[in-house]
Structure formats: structure tokens, C-alpha cells
């Protein structure tokens, strides 16, 4: 039973340039959240999503951010125009939410996003 | 709004026991969670506590007190790879499912 896969691993952009980072939940959960973590920091929450819905975006900056989660396919975390503070390592973590019943976040391995 | 509060470090030695604390403030509460993160590698999900009590799994064990707004994370018989970042979180948001971190506790474990 795969965990949560996120690819690419490591992404190196110029200031400018788009970034897209992608990540397949585990099998069996519709749930996905996107978290990032800048140096020596905690993680932040950036977004929630159920397939096809956003459902809590409350962490993503205005501007420059989205994210989708489609019928099929992974959920894409994309950032347009990015700029040296975007160099950070991006979580996505996968759950089932069952009536309100907390459920485990399972966390990938992360892309680790350089800007030059 | 959430905010949680641990120490940035502590260091030990192997086969020593270790307390990492947590105080949180939070609007509603719907249980803390700890995660563990070795350096470069993502976090990994430990325990959770959403009553008050002590929680055992292996070597690691929670505790929570809602009164006190404060939890703790025990951990047993330390060993070289226990040296990590750890994590207290709390729910929030839509929903109730986002986790609002702290920021971390650097765990050094020596020979």
C-alpha cells in the first residue's frame, strides 16, 4: 500500500518561472491538505482540498497561489511567478474524514522548492 | 486563532527518559497530536490525545490536560535515532481537520 507520493522531490526555479508540484494521496483517501515549512520553522497550513473543492483556504497567500484538486488525477499545488521567499520544502498529507471523526494525516516526503 | 508553545531544545543521553511540553491556545478544541521529523525527511504521526489522560505506544507516550491547555510528549529508553524535531499540533479551520503546528522541539540525543 503506497503512502503519499509527491513529485518532483527537489525543484530548483528562477525568480519568475512557475513552479507545480503534485502529490497523490494514499489509496482510499479524498482528502488533501498542502503545508509548508521554511527553515528551521514549523509547518504552516496552506489548503484543504476534497476532490473537485477547495475547502479551507485560509493559509494560502493571495496572490501568486492555487491549488486544484481534480476528479482524477493528483492535487497540484502551483505557484506562478515565484520569488526567493517561495524556497521552502511543500508537505501534502492525505486522510479520510469519516462524520466529523478525526483521522490521521499521513505526510509525503515533500518537494523541496529552490528559488535562484 | 491557534498558537502553541514548545521548547526550541533539549538535549539527552541514550537510555535517558525526556519530556517535551506543550501549551497551546486555542478557539474550540479538538485534540493535540505529536509528530516526529528527522532532519530533510517528512513528519510522521505519533500519538493523539483529545481526552485528558495518558496515551501509550511502545517507548513513546502523550499526556493532556485540558484544564491546563498544556500536553506532553515522554519518551522512554532514548536511543541515537529518537534525535529529531518534534511537533505538537492542534485542529482547526473548516472543518476542523487543518493541523496548526508549533514550532518544534530539537531533540539531541548523545552516546
Known amino acids: 500500500n503506497a503512502g503519499v507520493m509527491q513529485n518532483p522531490r527537489h525543484l530548483v526555479r528562477r525568480r519568475g518561472q512557475e513552479a507545480r508540484l503534485r502529490c497523490s494521496p494514499m489509496k482510499g483517501h479524498s482528502h488533501v491538505y498542502w503545508y509548508r515549512q521554511l527553515p528551521e520553522e514549523g509547518l504552516k497550513f496552506m489548503v484543504y482540498l476534497q476532490k473537485e473543492n477547495i475547502i479551507d483556504e485560509s493559509g494560502m497567500p493571495k496572490e501568486r497561489f492555487s491549488a486544484e484538486f481534480p476528479k482524477e488525477g493528483p492535487s497540484i499545488l502551483r505557484i506562478q511567478q515565484v520569488v526567493r521567499g517561495d524556497s521552502a520544502a511543500y508537505f501534502c498529507?492525505?486522510?479520510?474524514?469519516?462524520?466529523?471523526?478525526?483521522?490521521?494525516?499521513?505526510f509525503g516526503p515533500g518537494t523541496r522548492l529552490t528559488v535562484l | 486563532g491557534q498558537s502553541l508553545e514548545q521548547p526550541s531544545e533539549v538535549t539527552a543521553v541514550e537510555g535517558a527518559i525526556v519530556q517535551i511540553n506543550c501549551t497551546y491556545q486555542t478557539s474550540g478544541f479538538y485534540g493535540l497530536s505529536w509528530y516526529q521529523q528527522h532532519d530533510g525527511g517528512a513528519p510522521t504521526f505519533l500519538s493523539y490525545?483529545?481526552?485528558?489522560g495518558l496515551e501509550e505506544t511502545g517507548r513513546f507516550s502523550s499526556f493532556l490536560s485540558r484544564s491546563d491547555s498544556y500536553g506532553y510528549l515522554l519518551l522512554q529508553e532514548l536511543q541515537m535515532k529518537d534525535s529529531a524535531s518534534y511537533f505538537c499540533a492542534v485542529r482547526g479551520g473548516t472543518g476542523f481537520q487543518k493541523l496548526v503546528f508549533g514550532t518544534g522541539t530539537r531533540l539531541l540525543v548523545s552516546p
Open positions: 498529507a492525505s486522510s479520510m474524514v469519516e462524520g466529523g471523526v478525526y483521522n490521521e494525516q499521513f
Open positions: 490525545n483529545a481526552l485528558d
